[in-house]
């Protein structure tokens, strides 16, 4: 867990990622971040994540996804994420910044979003723009590399599956165009790309799964591969944000990609589950190069530094509390900000 990797064109510190996790510290109405947002960033650094994943950006309005979300849909917005890159460099010198850019489609509360079923190939091409101009931005705030979110019922992540994805035209769930044109204009900038991509719908009978998740990994050439999930919260329940016990919960997905020979080609982080360095152990040796970790860092942003006597027992108050509008923190470890 402790020793350096390479990744795209930097240098992590260490093999843990902080996986992206809205913190709910922006203004609802403009996405600009609140000052408990670059408290919460300076602090996490210095616990010594090798990277840190920000958080869900949405790159237009279209795609907000509500609660008090980060926004990255215009130029003023630059200003911001280079003052939070700065504070967390200033505050440790090693670490690595991502930035998460996420179009909520469906799931937003936009008056006009965009569903993935009805959307016209204009609406898309529209996303593919944002995606485009968003990582721009974030190559000029100073971020390290970005992330495409592809997970989590997003509009990406519906696009993927055919639970969600009923279409027969040329966006069918089958040729993931939508995710491959995304993917082409973000290239066009000089900055590594990542995606966080939904492996698993959780629901029987539907085909995104460990097989397909490696079938777009063949076809499509990331710097780096998040596994996650589809439903937060939906029919599947807390899929992705597992409540329990269950450790390590993606590790049929390792297991095919292991298989399949993807875990290093596209340097894989396995998200789900994991407490602690001992937990990230049994990825680890399973040949996955990095493990991240979200909910225990709201618990204890110290814990790769520090010790380590606050247990997760992921409860989901943070994920609930953030549903409610409130800052996402740990009730339990009386992390709360209102
Ligand atoms: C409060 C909260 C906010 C989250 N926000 C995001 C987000 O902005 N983007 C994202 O991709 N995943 C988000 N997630 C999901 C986590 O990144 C992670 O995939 C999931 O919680 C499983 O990891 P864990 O068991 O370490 O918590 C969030 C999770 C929680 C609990």
Redesign the pocket.
């Known amino acids: 867990m402790f020793t350096k990797y390479t990744l795209a064109n930097f240098e992590l510190e260490n093999r843990s990622v902080r996986?992206?996790?809205?913190t709910g510290t922006c203004d609802i109405a403009t996405g600009i971040p609140e000052q408990k947002f670059y408290d919460l960033y300076e602090s996490l650094a210095k616990g010594h994540p090798g990277l840190i994943i920000q958080?869900?950006a949405f790159v237009s309005f279209r795609g907000h996804a509500g609660h008090k979300q980060l926004g990255i849909h215009s130029d003023d917005m630059i200003q911001y994420h280079k003052k939070a890159n700065d504070l967390m460099r200033a505050a440790n010198s090693k670490v690595k910044i991502c930035c998460?850019l996420a179009h909520a489609g469906p799931n937003g509360g936009a008056a006009d979003k965009i569903d993935v079923n009805t959307a016209t190939p204009a609406d898309f091409e529209e996303a593919v723009q944002q995606f485009k101009e968003a990582a721009l931005r974030a190559k000029k705030a100073g971020y390290d590399c970005v992330q495409i979110?592809s997970?989590?019922t997003y509009l990406l992540s519906q696009s993927i599956s055919n639970y969600y994805n009923k279409r027969t035209d040329e966006y069918k769930s089958s040729d993931f165009k939508l995710l491959r044109d995304v993917l082409a204009a973000v290239r066009t900038v000089d900055i590594p790309v990542g995606v966080?991509l939904q492996c698993d719908d959780f629901f029987e009978g539907f085909e995104m799964n460990a097989k397909s998740a490696c079938v777009i990994l063949n076809a499509l050439k990331f710097d780096f591969v998040e596994i996650?999930g589809g439903d937060v919260a939906g029919k599947a329940g807390y899929g992705?944000?597992?409540q329990g016990k269950d450790k390590y919960y993606y590790k049929h997905v390792v297991a095919e990609m292991k298989a399949q020979n993807l875990l290093n080609k596209q340097p894989v982080i396995v998200?789900?589950?994991?407490e602690n360095a001992e937990d990230a152990n049994m990825a680890l040796n399973d040949g996955v190069p990095l493990v991240?970790?979200?909910?225990?860092f709201?618990r204890n942003d110290k814990f790769l530094i520090g010790e380590d006597t606050k247990k997760c027992g992921?409860c989901?108050q943070?994920?609930i509390g953030?549903v409610q509008g409130k800052c996402?923190m740990c009730p339990v470890a009386g992390r709360e900000c209102k």
């Open positions: 996986s992206a996790t809205a958080e869900h998460q979110h997970a989590h966080k996650s992705t944000i597992r998200t789900g589950g994991f991240g970790f979200s909910r225990k709201l992921r989901n943070c994920i953030l996402a």
